[in-house]
């Protein structure tokens, strides 16, 4: 799967942003879906995930309450509402889709892509 994300850009302390995620192909309802982000001179993190079924969503602490992950599989796309921002919250922001599936011997396999990322930069 092919990811393209977009959403980002310049905000004030206590505004909102949507971030999208795009897929590509025809098994996007198959994937989980995540967004990371990366701020400059830190590792990626983990911030937001959703099941392929969109029914058990996860958060990192510092996002619950403020951002709210969802996805359209009809339109291929995976969203993170972004409200309330702070000045930490600027880093990069990843879009990633991981797929679950079984070998026959039935050992787990994640097959992970990424998307390119999009700049969230929050001005305090």
């Known amino acids: 799967v092919q990811l393209q994300a977009s959403g980002g850009g310049l905000v004030q302390a206590g505004g909102s942003l949507r971030l999208s995620c795009a897929a590509s192909g025809r098994t996007f309802g198959s994937y989980n879906m995540g967004w990371f982000r990366q701020a400059p001179g830190k590792a990626r993190e983990f911030v937001a995930a959703i099941s392929w079924s969109g029914k058990s969503t996860f958060y990192v602490d510092s996002a619950k309450g403020r951002f709210t992950i969802s996805r359209d599989n009809a339109k291929n796309t995976v969203f993170l509402q972004m409200n309330s921002l702070k000045a930490e919250d600027t880093a990069v922001y990843y879009c990633?889709?991981?797929?679950?599936?079984?070998?026959?011997?039935?050992?787990?396999?994640?097959?992970?892509?990424w998307g390119q990322g999009t700049q969230v930069t929050v001005s305090s």
């Open positions: 990633r889709a991981d797929l679950l599936y079984y070998t026959d011997s039935g050992e787990p396999i994640v097959e992970a892509s």
